[in-house]
């Protein structure tokens, strides 16, 4: 949609919440004997975060006694998708990749910063638009396909960049202006303008995998469920809608891990899975209760069951659809935010996994945008919008979703009060997946995580993201946000940037271009012999240092 210059007229707010900027939200991993030490990760109220911030500390499995058996199941919830990086979609998938693929970069797992991976060091020119790469000289491809080299960057990043993949990500790359091996393990990467968040680019993550060509060549359109990285494991079976099992790569160039054998099994149900997890058929459960607050208090209660967490790692938001004509009107979308008294869905239904939110950016994110507070909860302001706006009757809305939950319900309800329609467009996630990055929808929602910033701004902001070059999927288009982003990105001077950031922010908040409505915290639990559960900022985990202890 292209934004309209509106000054925002705030709305009567029944409540007013200030929330702390959190520029380090640690990932951390508690034992857990009482359901008191799972509280919600924060109330409105209460503001930012009260829980503790240290990160866990990593035992090296060669400093600790192991149990003679190196395997793990691991509960998964979905089915993956397609494990090709220029197509990754869905968390649950993303956690296989990241530990199967490697990027030059990866992030520290507390505070999302870039750390050497594939590349060892690199050396960025003064104007900040080149960057040499020096690669490690011992990475081994799985399944037999050799030794890795520059040459593999190259490919993977100009089979991202060309148009003719059809890659989602592509214009994550949009500022590259070429990419060269100038030997086997250096690899230089020429900007257009500066970018003070490229490391970010070239991380383990969606566009920064590096793939291996003969592999992608060899497998052609089955290539995603083929996969072959430079990664910790790599996959041995795989069989749909059932289990995937992935074994120890021995040529990882970090040195094999301990683990021999992960076994991920699908269990779509939530209660199959928890009952399935204490009866220790499955020692590890990826993202526990799935915001089921009594059944995650239950396990977090279980004695020898230890609680790993993200805090706040994701923002939750509402897209409008481009061509809905109701959503032309900024009104109207201001109009559908305070219809919806979000504070009490989450309180009620999510209080472990969710907290109510106003930003794309979230909370832990420097550059985030503290000032920015919750649209509120009007009905009445609402329908005098709508009726401004030329719908006083209200409107007959679809929302393209993968299934209707409790929340859903109790929006069709509220949205109901104010004349507004709201209707279900259930469909497959592949189907919702391809239809939401093509535009296609009338209203739907994204969790994405990230953490780069601009990966957020550029991707749902920025007009060279429009769907379906990007994930700009409601085709947002304010010149003055797209300058800003552009003169942030490019300057080398902190604060300059933080200020235009704050300045875009505050801009696409005024125009209702998307609806944050949670900022999100990703739950994993296991039993207490497995060490090292640690769940990073985009809700994955590293099984890389992770090890069945010995008696314990």
């Known amino acids: ?53 240290a990160a866990a500390t990593l035992v090296a499995a060669g400093d600790a006694d192991l149990a003679d058996v190196q395997e793990i199941t691991v509960r998964q919830y979905f089915e993956p998708g397609t494990l090709d990086p220029a197509f990754l979609f869905r968390i649950e998938t993303e956690n296989i990749a990241f530990n199967i693929y490697s990027g030059l970069t990866t992030f520290d797992p507390v505070t999302g910063a870039p750390m050497p991976d594939l590349a060892k060091s690199w050396d960025i020119s003064d104007d900040g638009l080149e960057y040499t790469f020096h ?41 590259v202006d070429s990419v060269t091996a100038t030997d086997d393990y250096t690899v230089v990467i020429k900007l257009k303008q500066p970018d003070g968040n490229f490391l970010y680019q070239v991380g383990n993550y969606h566009q920064g995998q590096i793939v291996n060509q003969k592999a992608v060549e060899d497998f052609g359109d089955d290539y995603g469920r083929n996969p072959v990285g430079t990664g910790p494991f790599y996959i041995d079976s795989w069989t749909p809608d059932s289990e995937m099992v992935l074994l120890a790569h021995e040529g990882y160039f970090r040195g094999r891990p301990t683990l021999d054998k992960i076994t991920w099994v699908l269990i779509r149900d939530v209660s199959a899975a928890e009952t399935a997890f204490l009866n220790g058929e499955v020692d590890v459960m990826s993202n526990l209760g799935q915001g089921n607050t009594e059944l995650i208090d239950r396990v977090a209660a279980t004695e020898g069951v230890q609680i790993a967490k993200s805090e706040d790692y994701a923002t939750s938001v509402t897209m409008f659809g481009a061509d809905f004509e109701p959503f032309q009107s900024r009104d109207v979308r201001l109009a559908y935010a305070l219809a919806i008294d979000y504070t009490s869905i989450v309180e009620q239904l999510t209080p472990r996994t969710a907290r ?46 993968t ?7 109790l929006e069709q309800a509220m949205l109901a009060e104010v004349g507004i329609d709201l209707q279900f467009d259930v469909v497959e996630p592949a189907v919702f997946n391809q239809r939401r990055n093509a535009g296609d929808f009338e209203l739907a ?108």
């Open 403 to 409: 299934g209707v939950n409790d929340a859903a319900l």
């Open 356 to 401: 109510p939110w106003s930003s794309i950016l979230p909370p832990w994110m420097p550059v985030y945008n503290p000032d920015l507070t919750p649209y509120g909860y009007d009905p009445e302001q609402a329908k005098e919008l709508l009726a401004g706006a030329g719908y006083p009757d209200g409107f007959t809305v679809h929302s393209l979703v």
């Open 1 to 53: 949609m292209n934004a309209q210059r509106i000054p925002l007229r705030l709305p009567r707010l029944p409540r007013v919440f200030a929330f702390a900027t959190l520029a380090f939200v640690a990932t951390l991993v508690i034992a857990c004997g009482g359901s008191d030490e799972e509280e919600s990760t924060s109330t409105p109220e209460a503001g930012a975060s009260e829980s503790p911030t």
């Open 445 to 552: 929602g994204r969790l994405y995580p990230a953490v780069n910033p601009d990966t957020l701004l550029f991707g749902f902001l920025h007009p060279d993201n429009a769907a379906p070059a990007g994930l700009n999927g409601s085709k947002y288009d304010n010149p003055d946000v797209t300058r800003l982003l552009e003169e942030a990105r490019a300057s080398l001077d902190p604060e300059e940037r933080l200020a235009k950031y704050y300045e875009a922010q505050q801009l696409v908040y005024d125009d209702v271009a998307y609806m944050a409505t949670r900022a999100s915290t990703n739950l994993w639990a296991a039993w207490g012999p497995i060490k090292n559960i640690q769940v990073n900022r985009l809700a994955n985990v590293d099984f890389y240092p992770v090890y069945v202890g010995a008696g314990s």
């Open 135 to 175: 690669l490690v000289d011992n990475a081994q491809w799985q399944h037999g396909y050799g030794a890795f080299t520059s040459a593999d960057v190259v490919y993977s990043y100009n089979r991202v960049m060309d148009e003719a993949t059809g890659s989602p990500y592509r214009a994550e790359f949009n500022n």
